[in-house]
């Protein structure tokens, strides 16, 4: 079994920062991507960013250019660097991390998420 801890949210004013962070735990065997997705009131999951094996980075076309996502792969976290923040970043953060759990021997896919951490961007 595999555990997500975010941490970082919070309120911000339009034009600051957030960095949110997830920590990943348990029988990890593999983590190929690591990523936050947002879902704000009334609209869809959508992707912010995702970082791949290689550090292979894909971002949203709303925040391209205005956030940074990275790993440290020594300690199963992604993080996400969050600047130039506008009010229609406000949302709920999921992290989200697929690859495999359990062992070299006994391995099975995953595809865990967060609990989700808010993020509000005062206009």
């Known amino acids: 079994q595999v555990q997500l801890v975010e941490t970082g949210g919070g309120l911000v004013q339009a034009g600051g920062s957030l960095r949110l962070s997830c920590a990943a735990s348990?029988?990890?065997?593999?983590?190929?991507?690591m990523g936050w997705y947002r879902q704000a009131p009334g609209n869809l999951r959508e992707l912010v960013a995702t970082i791949g094996n290689g550090d292979v980075t894909k971002y949203g076309d709303s925040v391209r250019g205005r956030f940074t996502i990275s790993r440290d792969n020594t300690k199963n976290t992604v993080t996400l660097q969050m600047d130039s923040l506008k009010a229609e970043d406000t949302a709920v953060y999921y992290c989200?991390?697929?690859?495999?759990?359990?062992?070299?021997?006994?391995?099975?896919?995953?595809?865990?998420w967060g609990q989700g951490t808010r993020v509000t961007v005062s206009s």
């Open positions: 348990g029988t990890i065997f593999s983590l190929n991507v």
């Open positions: 989200n991390v697929r690859g495999y759990s359990g062992s070299y021997y006994s391995s099975r896919p995953l595809d865990a």
